[in-house]
């Protein structure tokens, strides 16, 4: 995968983007997922949180081998990072790429802020919104800023920064999330939702003028001989399986969640939780999602801990050519549909 030719002909639909699915124990692990992007295979290389290596500087060891995609963070926690080190690192991998970034941030499980904040009680609502409030502050200084009497010299970014600008994101699972994403975030990003749902629950949050910018992180897995298609979307989805948050979400989706393993893995696949298929059937069921109103689309490679990184990659490649001609579906008209 290291010797990928460019792709300069444009997505016929909205944007498609590869996620590393790893904790990664090497930052190299990155690299050939990065080329994709880089060779235009993809619009932007996302990575999530990190408790192995740090995500940031990960993605920096990314840059300084002169690998320089778009990139979006998605999602940090919180809890691990005062919102000015995030707004810094926010700024600093942007400024290192010379590229517009995503970073989106989420709360954790109430387990994990009370292992880690003294304000565990507060709701995740409350934590997220002053959370996302301060980061955008800091990244959106405006020069007058420096005469407020009711910010503190020490708590401000630098008003005169003129480099690639930073979109701040927010986790997106539930309506009450949605909206505070709707009038805080420039991005809600979503992650083991089934259209369907996000449809009637989450989308018409965001049909405003203003609202965020979409992003889906999606499943994928390409049918081929010999490939186990149940094992390899439990391996996939199972860590995310065991947290309250995406269960809950699941279940108000109609995906039930209490069967054997089979029936778990048929519940995912049935409800497009995750989309498998021929290459061309999942690019026609991403166009879904842009006609829908989602802007971006992250295609998560289910195969990545069952058969390794070449058939991930191998999947990513291949359904991400197949949406360069898959016809975009026109359902709807939507003013978030088109942000950039």
């Known amino acids: 995968m290291a010797d990928l030719d460019h792709r300069s002909d444009a997505l016929s639909g909205g944007k498609v983007s590869v996620y590393f699915p790893l904790q990664p124990s090497d930052p190299r692990q990155l690299a050939p997922f990065a080329r994709l992007a880089v060779a235009g295979y993809a619009d932007r290389l996302w990575m999530g949180q990190s408790l192995n290596l740090d995500t940031h500087q990960v993605l920096a060891h990314l840059l300084g081998q002169g690998i320089s995609p778009a990139m979006g963070i998605g999602l940090s926690l919180m809890p691990l990072t005062h919102p000015f080190q995030a707004a810094v690192a926010a700024r600093s991998l942007a400024a290192l790429s010379g590229k517009p970034l995503t970073a989106v941030f989420g709360t954790g499980t109430s387990a994990f802020r009370k ?6 009680h507060d709701s995740a609502l409350r934590v997220a919104e002053e959370y996302i409030t301060e980061v955008t502050r800091l990244l959106r200084s405006p020069a007058d800023e420096a005469q407020r009497e009711d910010v503190d010299p020490g708590f401000r970014l630098d008003p005169a920064w003129t480099g690639p600008p930073v979109e701040t994101g927010l986790g997106v699972l539930q309506e009450r999330m949605a909206r505070l994403a709707a009038r805080s975030a420039d991005v809600a990003l979503t992650f083991m939702t089934p259209l369907p749902y996000m449809e009637k629950v989450l989308l018409p949050v965001f049909d405003t003028a203003d609202g965020p910018r979409v992003v889906s992180v999606v499943h994928v897995l390409v049918r081929r001989p010999g490939r186990d298609v149940g094992d390899t979307v439990l391996r ?32 995912l696949v049935n409800h497009g939780v995750v989309l498998v298929g021929s290459c061309n059937d999942i690019a026609a069921a991403v166009s879904e999602y842009w006609a829908a109103g989602v802007d971006e689309v992250v295609l998560n490679p289910c195969t990545f801990l069952s058969e390794g990184p070449e058939e991930a990659l191998r999947d990513l490649v291949e359904i991400s050519t197949a949406c360069r001609t898959v016809t975009r579906p026109r359902r709807k008209e939507s003013p978030w549909a088109t942000r950039t």
């Open 236 to 267: 996939a989805t199972r860590n995310h399986l065991s947290g309250s948050n995406y269960r809950r979400t699941l279940s108000t989706a109609g995906v039930r969640l209490d069967g054997s393993d089979t029936d778990i893995a048929g519940e």
């Open 115 to 120: 292992a880690l904040s003294q304000a565990s």
